[in-house]
């Protein structure tokens, strides 16, 4: 089957303090690669950007990093599933020759008119079959609660966040999870030395729109697994009020040292009570 192909450019302010393409950034390429192919690559399907379209979920698996070029990525898009009322698009991003990530984005097109989720008619059905080309699935990541020992960071919604239908983007999500999940690292991890923990894998699952308020939403963040030297966290987009999640997240991040003691014990803090490989208080 055929795949789409997108040149997504390469931009200087994407780039975060270690001098790569920020992880949260993939997402912008992976939309720009997915509205281009409701416009241009397959007919019939463009309407759905102006009708509604949902982003359920994603799954992003970081395989090489990206630095700053001349030259644009080149993220080759296709549709993995197929169904009646949702469609899930997968992703390759190339640096050159380099595979740098592989995602998927489970999508649900909506009726905004009525406010409610409908099925694929006939044009997009036929639209997306020519692209549907399933591939190895990605790992699935245990979906967990935060507990009540999470770490909580407040979240203030900027109104340049919002997209065309008014809601937050689904790309911010991602930009929210790293800001609190940075305030932990930061708090509990020894940056000396040049020491750069990498994110390998992040999936994001979308339960609820956000809109914007004055008010500020929390992310609320445990520690779910220990290794040597990684760890693995899941967050909540909240609010702290009604208690609604409005997103659940996992993270997966790997340091090229091992963790020290002192590091595990600081990890531990914002731990699960049945969290593997923590150390015992």
């Not at 008010?215 to 290794?227: D, N, R």
């Amino acid at each position: 089957m055929p795949r789409f192909l997108y040149s997504s450019p390469r931009r200087w302010g994407d780039l975060d303090a270690q001098g790569h393409v920020n992880n949260a950034v993939y997402l912008d390429h992976l939309q720009d690669a997915r509205v281009a192919f409701l416009h241009a690559g397959a007919p019939g399907l463009a309407d759905m950007l102006r009708t509604g379209v949902l982003v359920v979920s994603h799954q992003v698996e970081y395989l090489a990093p990206v630095g700053y070029g001349p030259t644009p990525l080149v993220v080759q898009t296709w549709i993995d599933a197929l169904g009646a009322s949702r469609f899930t698009v997968g992703y390759e991003i190339f640096d050159g020759e380099t595979l740098a990530a592989r995602a998927r984005t489970t999508l649900v097109p909506f009726d905004l008119e009525v406010g409610r989720v409908r099925r694929l008619n006939d044009v997009e059905r036929a639209a997306f079959q020519a692209y549907l080309d399933p591939a190895e699935p990605l790992r699935p990541l245990p979906k967990v609660g935060v507990g009540e020992g999470a770490a909580r960071y407040p979240l203030t919604v900027r109104w340049s966040d919002l997209d065309a239908f008014g809601h937050v983007n689904n790309v911010k999500f991602y930009d929210y999870v790293q800001e609190a999940r940075v305030a932990i690292m930061t708090a509990t991890l020894d940056w000396s030395a040049g020491v750069v923990w990498s994110l390998v894998r992040q999936d994001l699952d979308h339960l609820a729109p956000l809109d914007f308020r004055c008010e500020p939403y929390e992310v609320a963040t445990s520690v779910v697994a220990l290794g040597t030297r990684s760890f693995t966290l899941a967050a909540e987009i909240r609010d702290p009020a009604s208690g609604t999640v409005y997103a659940r997240a996992r993270t997966v991040a790997v340091g090229p040292r091992p963790l020290d003691e002192a590091e595990r014990r600081a990890l531990g803090r914002f731990a699960l009570p049945d969290a593997t490989g923590v150390p015992a208080a």
